[in-house]
């Protein structure tokens, strides 16, 4: 019987650079994860974290016109999250993919808040993903999505 395969280690991360290996941008990627994702709401910001695919934590940004209705406050939206994901980076759950959204214009959008509230609710979601794969060992049932 052979030992089971180790999954090489990620790369090195080069300084506090948001990398293109570290966003989610396929559709099927996102699809996944609003599939087999759980999600944790917070003041802010809603986080879906489901498994990743690949070998480092993933970023996906869904901020919606229901939000904000003008273009330049939903980019800025995009850049906090985007400049708190990449100061937090080492404390998000590792090798998941995220999805964030937006759950109140008029919640704290500054970055010291994202700051908080992000990696908080990742491993929150990320729990909650656990508990139910640790449920579905004991039934042999599939987590529901």
Not at 22 to 35: I, N, P, S, T
Not at 41 to 70: D, H, N, Q, Y
Not at 91 to 103: I, N, S
Request: aromatic residues 6%.
């Amino acid at each position: 019987m052979q030992p089971p395969p180790h999954e090489p280690a990620p790369p090195p991360r080069r300084g506090l650079r948001f990398e293109r290996r570290m966003r989610l941008v396929r559709g099927a990627d996102f699809e996944r994860a609003y599939r087999r994702g759980t999600r944790a709401r917070g003041s802010a910001l809603v986080v879906l974290t489901s498994p990743g695919g690949g070998a480092v934590t993933r970023l996906g940004l869904s901020i919606g016109r229901k939000a904000w209705r003008e273009a330049v406050d939903r980019n800025r939206a995009r850049r906090l999250i985007r400049e708190a994901f990449r100061l937090e980076y080492e404390a998000l759950p590792p090798r998941a993919d995220l999805v964030v959204m937006a759950a109140d214009p008029r919640g704290p959008w500054d970055l010291c808040s994202l700051r908080r509230e992000l990696p908080s609710l990742a491993w929150k979601a990320w729990r909650k993903q656990a508990g139910q794969a640790g449920q579905a060992g004991q039934t042999g049932e599939e987590p529901r999505p």
